[in-house]
């Protein structure tokens, strides 16, 4: 059974930091990754999809990178900023067209 | 355009009663999912379907659940008498389909139903 880690739980930063949020999964097998942002009481927001077949995409101050083979992906922020503050959540899907197994997110708050 | 979008926004009911919680996908998404996020649980997955077949329906806790599809488009989610732990927020999702190269899901913005 495919389980997804992300580390830290939560994190906090002052304005301007560059960050690194953590994704782990066990089942190497996958056909992507997505990252969602999370605002307290609203539904996901998609951010950035990795293929399996890539091991980068960015999106602005985003850097999102997967290493298949060791079951990681990091997602890159940089020059945060307080309205990034959210929670973080990746979440990986195994085969086409089928589920997507979530993380437990990283609550990311940035101080000004 | 417009984007996923569910209903109602927040619902309570009393221990007992039936529920139906309705999803609108975005047009043309031929995949539709349903999740759910409890307080202190991750986002867990309930049922997929393709078109208005749910070939994975393994995430349904239990036989008070059911959900069904219609027309490619709207689905509905009837949960039978509600439970206190059936309390939680219900998410919708929707993407292009399995034949996309690649093809992300996106969320509809939840119904927080809240069992008493």
């Known amino acids: 059974k495919q389980e997804v880690t992300q580390i830290p739980a939560a994190l906090s930063v002052p304005e301007g930091e560059n960050l690194v949020l953590n994704c782990s999964f066990t089942?190497?097998?996958?056909?992507?990754l997505q990252w969602f942002r999370q605002d307290p009481g609203k539904g996901l927001t998609s951010l950035l999809l990795i293929q399996s077949s890539q091991r980068e995409q960015t999106s602005g101050r985003l850097n999102a990178s997967l290493d298949k083979s060791s079951g990681r992906s990091t997602l890159y922020i940089a020059a945060s900023q307080p309205g990034d503050s959210a929670t973080y959540l990746c979440a990986v899907e195994e085969t086409s067209g089928s589920r997507l197994t979530f993380g437990e997110g990283t609550q990311l708050t940035v101080n000004p | 355009g417009a984007g996923v979008s569910q209903s109602p926004s927040n619902k309570v009911t009393e221990k007992g009663k039936d529920v139906e919680l309705r999803c609108d996908p975005i047009?043309?998404?031929?995949?539709l999912y349903w999740y759910r996020q409890s307080l202190g649980q991750g986002l867990e997955f309930l049922i997929y379907f393709q078109g208005n077949s749910a070939p994975d329906k393994s995430g349904l806790p239990s036989d008070r659940f059911s959900a069904e599809r219609t027309g490619g488009s709207v689905s509905t989610l009837t949960i039978q008498r509600t439970q206190q732990e059936d309390s939680a927020v219900y998410l919708c999702?929707?993407?292009?389909?399995?034949?996309?190269?690649?093809?992300?899901?996106?969320f509809g913005p939840g119904t927080r139903l809240t069992v008493t």
């Open positions: 047009s043309g998404h031929t995949a």
């Open positions: 999702a929707s993407s292009l389909g399995p034949w996309a190269v690649a093809y992300e899901q996106y």
């Open positions: 089942d190497s097998a996958i056909y992507n």
